[in-house]
């Protein structure tokens, strides 16, 4: 069973930064892909960023050149760096675990969210 801590959340006005993390616990954190997931009030969740075990990164157009995901695979963690946060950022945020199974098969895996608020 995977286990993903998400902290660094806030209120923070926009033009303002915040790095998320991410703390992955119960499986082999370096063959996980990893991303960061958003969801506002009335929205469906949307893809943020994503990371994958080959460091591979991809972003969603609306976040590109101002957020930038990293891993640490020493310490099972995942970041998201936030610059130049805008209030249309505001959201509860999720981490998610890609994680391999045996025979080619995936599962995923998400943590309880973090809020991310950004006053005008």
């Known amino acids: 069973q995977v286990q993903l801590v998400e902290s660094g959340g806030g209120l923070v006005q926009a033009g303002g930064s915040l790095r998320l993390s991410c703390a992955a616990s119960g499986s082999i954190f370096s063959r996980n892909d990893m991303g960061w997931y958003r969801q506002a009030p009335g929205k469906q969740r949307e893809l943020v960023a994503t990371?994958?075990?080959?460091?591979?990164?991809n972003y969603a157009d609306s976040v590109k050149g101002r957020f930038t995901i990293s891993r640490d695979n020493a310490k099972n963690t995942v970041y998201l760096q936030m610059n130049s946060l805008k209030p249309e950022d505001t959201a509860v945020y999720y981490c998610?675990?890609?994680?391999?199974?045996?025979?080619?098969?995936?599962?995923?895996?998400w943590g309880q969210g973090t809020q991310v608020t950004v006053s005008s």
């Open positions: 990371i994958t075990s080959g460091g591979s990164t």
């Open positions: 998610n675990a890609d994680v391999p199974l045996r025979l080619g098969l995936r599962t995923n895996y």
